[in-house]
C-alpha cells in the first residue's frame, strides 16, 4: 500500500514552511500580528512617536508603569480611537478567513467566498432599512441599530437560502449556490426599493454607499468585545470541526460511506460560517477577497489538512486586513480609502504572484 | 413528498418581514414632520437637541469650536466668532476667513474623529442629525457636543439665537437675529397682495426626464410661500423635501418661472435649459424667465436664507423690487 508507508525525501523536505512544527508557526503567525497591530496603531492622522505608542499600550496591558510623558489626548487616541479600529480589523479578518475555509471546504469550489450563499445582500438590506429608519437609536445608547440589523439580515438570508435548497431531507451544493444567487438578486432589488420609497433617500443612499464599500466602522470597545466573542466561539466551532471538513475533501458519497452524517454536518458548517460572516459584516461592510484569497495561500504555502489551515487562516486574514486598513488609511491621508478597494488591489496580485511562481502544480 | 416544514414557516416570516417593512417606510414620512412642529411649537427658544434631549449650555465662553457641518459654521461666522473656530468640515465654503481652517471631514462625508480629538475643543457643534454616527462617539471621548434640531425659517432664527446662548455671543445674535426678521418682514409687505406666480425650484438634472426638484418641507418651498408664489411641487414631500418627479408633472403644471440651484459646473447652465427636450411648451421658457439662484442660499439653514428669500422675491415680483439682482444671488459660494 503505497500511500500508506509514504516517507517523505528529500526534495520534499525543501518544501520549507511545511516541515515546521505546528506550534512554532503559529506562535510565529501570532507574533506577526502583533507587531502588524503596533504599526497599525502607530499611524494615523496625528502624529504620533512609535516610542509614546509603545509605552502608551504596554501601559494599558497593566503590566508596566510608564511614567506619563505624553498628552493625555494620545492616549485617548490610541485607546479608544484607534486600538478599537484595529482590534476588530483583526477580528474581521480572521472572521471572515475561517468563514471561507469553511465554505471553500464544504461546497468543494476553489471560487467559494463567505458571501456566496446570501449573507453578503442580507447584510446590505438590514444595514438599508437600519438607515432609512425613523426611530434611530437614543443618544448615547448601547446598541447602535446598523450592526444588529445587518448580522440580522445576514444570519436570516442563509437560514432562508438553506430551506428553498433543501430538497427530501438534502441539500445539494449546485442547488444551494443557485438558490444563493437568486437571493442575492431579489435582495439587491428590495434594497433598491428601500432606498428609493424611504423619505430620508438622500443620507440614506450616502451612508448605504460608505458602508458597502467597507470599513471598519467600530466606535467603541463595546461593540468590538461583542462582536469578538461571537467570532472567538465561531473558530472555536470551527477548530472542531477541522477532520469533518478534511472528510467533505473525498466527496460527499466518500463521506458519507465512512459513516459521517453528511447533511447534519452540512447545516453545522453554514450556521458557523453565516455565524462568523454576518459577526464580520455587521461591524465591517462589505469587505472581499479576505475570504477568498486567504484560504488559498495558506493551502499553496501549508497544504491543505484543515487542523493547521483554520488557525493559519484565521492569524493570516487578521494580519491582511490590519495592514489592508493600515494603508487604506495611510496611503492618501487624511482620506480614508475604502478598504474593500484595498483588499481587491493588494490581494490580487499577490495571490497572482504565488500561483505562478509554484513550480509545483496547484492541488487542490 | 415530504412537505418542507422548515422551509414554508421561513416564507411565513419573510412575509411578514416584508410587511413590517413597507408599514415602516409609510409610516416614517408622518413621523419626520410632525417632530419639528412641536418643538417649535412648545418653547419660543430652543432648548432641545436633535435628539429631543434638553441642551446643556457651557458655563464659561469656549474657546476652541468645531463645527461639523456648512451652515452652523455661516451662523458662527455671522456671529463673529472666526477666532474662536479651531475646526471646520469640508463643505464650508462662507464665509471667506473660515475656509482656511482645519478640516475635519472629507469629500465623502466621512468625519475624522482623531483630528477632532487633538484639536482639543470645549464646544463641538452640529445640525439636523447629519453626524448622528458620531454624535455618541464623540460624547464618549469626553467633548460636548450639541446637536441642534432642524425645521423651517423661523426655526433657523431660534437657533442663531441657541448658537448666541451656546457661545456666550447673546447680544450680537439677538442684533443679527432682529435685522434678519426685520428684513423679512419688509420682503413680506412689499409682495402682499401681488398675485402669486407658479415657480418650480429644481435640484438636480442629472438623469434626463427625471429632475429632482423643491417639494414640500424643503426651504425653497418655504421661501418660496414667502414670497408670494406657489410652488407647483409643494404637495409632495416625499423624498425628504427633495422628490423626484418627472418631466410630465413639470410640463403639465406649467410653472412661470424655472429656478436651476444647481452649481454651473454641474447642470446649473440656463441657457441649456432652453435646449431640454419637450420643455418648450412651458411658459417659463416662452416668457425666458429661468434663472439660477445659489444653493448655499437657498438652502442652508442660516444666516443667508434671508438672502435667498430677497433674491427669490426680487425674481419673481420684478415690479416690487426695482433694481439688478445682485450679485450674491448667482454665486457659487
Redesign the interface.
Known amino acids: 500500500m503505497k500511500i500508506a508507508t509514504h516517507k517523505p525525501d528529500l526534495k520534499e523536505l525543501r518544501g520549507g514552511v511545511r516541515v515546521l512544527p505546528a506550534p512554532i508557526l503559529l506562535l510565529a503567525l501570532s507574533c506577526l500580528l502583533l507587531i502588524v497591530i503596533l504599526l497599525a496603531a502607530s499611524f494615523?492622522?496625528?502624529p504620533i512617536p512609535l516610542g509614546t505608542i509603545m509605552q502608551i499600550l504596554m501601559n494599558g496591558t497593566g503590566l508596566f508603569h510608564f511614567a506619563r510623558q505624553w498628552d493625555l489626548?494620545a492616549e485617548?487616541?490610541v485607546w479608544?480611537?484607534?486600538m478599537p479600529v484595529v482590534i476588530g480589523a483583526a477580528l474581521v479578518g480572521a472572521a471572515l478567513a475561517v468563514a471561507g475555509v469553511l465554505f471553500q471546504g464544504m461546497l468543494r469550489n476553489p471560487l467559494a467566498d463567505p458571501y456566496l450563499i446570501g449573507s453578503s445582500s442580507g447584510a446590505a438590506l438590514g444595514a438599508a432599512?437600519a438607515f432609512?429608519?425613523?426611530f434611530?437609536?437614543?443618544?448615547?445608547?448601547f446598541f447602535?441599530l446598523t450592526p444588529i440589523l445587518a448580522f440580522a439580515g445576514a444570519m436570516?438570508t442563509v437560514?432562508?437560502v438553506y430551506?428553498?435548497a433543501?430538497?427530501?431531507?438534502q441539500t445539494p451544493v449546485v442547488t444551494l449556490l443557485l438558490a444563493g444567487v437568486v437571493m442575492n438578486a431579489v435582495l439587491v432589488a428590495?434594497q433598491t426599493l428601500?432606498l428609493t420609497?424611504?423619505?430620508?433617500?438622500?443620507?440614506g443612499v450616502?451612508?448605504l454607499f460608505?458602508w458597502l464599500s467597507g470599513g471598519i466602522?467600530v466606535?467603541?470597545w463595546s461593540q468590538v468585545v461583542i462582536v469578538g466573542i461571537i467570532i472567538l466561539v465561531g473558530m472555536l466551532f470551527a477548530l472542531m470541526l477541522s477532520t469533518v471538513l478534511d472528510a467533505f475533501g473525498l466527496g460527499e458519497e466518500s463521506a458519507a460511506h465512512l459513516g459521517m452524517h453528511v447533511e447534519r454536518y452540512k447545516l453545522l458548517i453554514i450556521i458557523v460560517g453565516s455565524m462568523l460572516t454576518a459577526a464580520a459584516v455587521s461591524i465591517s461592510g462589505l469587505i472581499g477577497f479576505v475570504g477568498l484569497v486567504t484560504p488559498h495561500v495558506m493551502r499553496l504555502i501549508l497544504g491543505p489538512r484543515h487542523r493547521l489551515l483554520l488557525p493559519t487562516s484565521a492569524l493570516g486574514g487578521a494580519i491582511f486586513l490590519v495592514l489592508a486598513d493600515l494603508l487604506a488609511r495611510v496611503v492618501i491621508a487624511?482620506?480614508?480609502l475604502p478598504v474593500g478597494v484595498f483588499t481587491a488591489l493588494v490581494g490580487a496580485p499577490f495571490f497572482l504572484i504565488l500561483l505562478r511562481s509554484n513550480k509545483r502544480e496547484y492541488r487542490w | 413528498m415530504r412537505s418542507r416544514v422548515i422551509s414554508s414557516r421561513f416564507f411565513l416570516l419573510l412575509v411578514f418581514f416584508f410587511l413590517v417593512m413597507l408599514t415602516a417606510c409609510g409610516q416614517s414620512g408622518n413621523s419626520q414632520s410632525t417632530s419639528t412642529t412641536s418643538t417649535q411649537a412648545a418653547t419660543p427658544v430652543v432648548t432641545l437637541d436633535a435628539y429631543g434631549t434638553p441642551i446643556v449650555f457651557p458655563t464659561s465662553a469656549p474657546q476652541r469650536i468645531v463645527s461639523l457641518v456648512p451652515n452652523i459654521s455661516e451662523m458662527l461666522g455671522a456671529l463673529g466668532l472666526q477666532g474662536r473656530v479651531v475646526g471646520i468640515d469640508y463643505y464650508t465654503n462662507y464665509p471667506a476667513n473660515l475656509t482656511s481652517l482645519p478640516k475635519v471631514s472629507d469629500v465623502n462625508g466621512k468625519y475624522n474623529v482623531e483630528q477632532i480629538v487633538a484639536l482639543k475643543p470645549d464646544l463641538v457643534l452640529s445640525y439636523g442629525k447629519d453626524t448622528k454616527q458620531y454624535d455618541a462617539q464623540l460624547q464618549n471621548l469626553g467633548m460636548h457636543v450639541v446637536d441642534l434640531p432642524s425645521g423651517d425659517l423661523s426655526l433657523t432664527l431660534q437657533e442663531i439665537l441657541a448658537v448666541g446662548r451656546l457661545t456666550f455671543t447673546t447680544q450680537t445674535a439677538s442684533n443679527l437675529v432682529s435685522q434678519l426678521q426685520s428684513q423679512i418682514n419688509d420682503v413680506k409687505a412689499k409682495v402682499a397682495g401681488t398675485t402669486a406666480p407658479k415657480v418650480l425650484i429644481e435640484s438636480d438634472y442629472s438623469t434626463p426626464g427625471k429632475p429632482y426638484v423643491n417639494g414640500g418641507g424643503s426651504f425653497g418651498d418655504e421661501l418660496i410661500q414667502d414670497a408670494n408664489g406657489i410652488n407647483i411641487f409643494h404637495d409632495n414631500t416625499t423624498g425628504g423635501g427633495f422628490p423626484q418627479v418627472t418631466d410630465e408633472a413639470i410640463i403639465s403644471t406649467n410653472p412661470q418661472y424655472v429656478i436651476l440651484t444647481e452649481d454651473p459646473a454641474y447642470g446649473g447652465d440656463v441657457n441649456a435649459v432652453y435646449k431640454r427636450s419637450n420643455w418648450g411648451s412651458i411658459d417659463a421658457l416662452k416668457l425666458h424667465q429661468v434663472y439660477r439662484i445659489n444653493s448655499n442660499i437657498i438652502g442652508r439653514p442660516g444666516p443667508r436664507l434671508v438672502q435667498g428669500l430677497e433674491c427669490l422675491a426680487q425674481i419673481i415680483h420684478p415690479d416690487k423690487f426695482p433694481g439688478t439682482l445682485p450679485a450674491y444671488c448667482t454665486g457659487t459660494v
Open positions: 494615523g492622522s496625528v489626548t485617548i487616541i479608544q480611537v484607534r432599512i432609512v429608519l425613523p434611530d437609536v437614543v443618544f448615547g445608547s447602535p436570516l437560514m432562508l430551506s428553498i433543501r430538497v427530501g431531507g428590495f428601500i420609497l424611504s423619505p430620508h433617500a438622500q443620507f450616502q451612508a460608505n466602522a466606535t467603541s487624511p482620506a480614508v
